[in-house]
C-alpha cells in the first residue's frame, strides 16, 4: 500500500456512510410512522366526538 492509495479510506468512509444512512432512515421511517399513527388516533377520537355531540 502506497501513501497515495486511498482505496482503504474510501471504502471505510462508504461503509460509515452506509451505515449511517440505514440508521437515519430507519428513524425517519419510525417518526413518520408515529406521527402517522397519532394523527389517526387524534381523527378517530374527534370523530367518535363530534358524532356523539350530535
Same mark, same amino acid.
Given at each position: 500500500m502506497s501513501p497515495t492509495d486511498?482505496?482503504?479510506?474510501?471504502?471505510?468512509?462508504?461503509?460509515t456512510?452506509?451505515?449511517a444512512s440505514v440508521?437515519?432512515?430507519v428513524?425517519?421511517?419510525?417518526g413518520y410512522?408515529?406521527?402517522l399513527a397519532d394523527?389517526?388516533?387524534i381523527y +378517530?377520537?374527534?370523530g367518535q366526538s363530534q +358524532?356523539?355531540?350530535d
Open positions: 486511498l482505496s482503504r479510506v474510501d471504502r471505510a468512509f462508504m461503509t456512510n452506509g451505515i440508521i437515519f432512515a428513524f425517519l421511517s419510525a410512522y408515529r406521527a394523527s389517526v388516533q +378517530i377520537f374527534y +358524532i356523539n355531540l
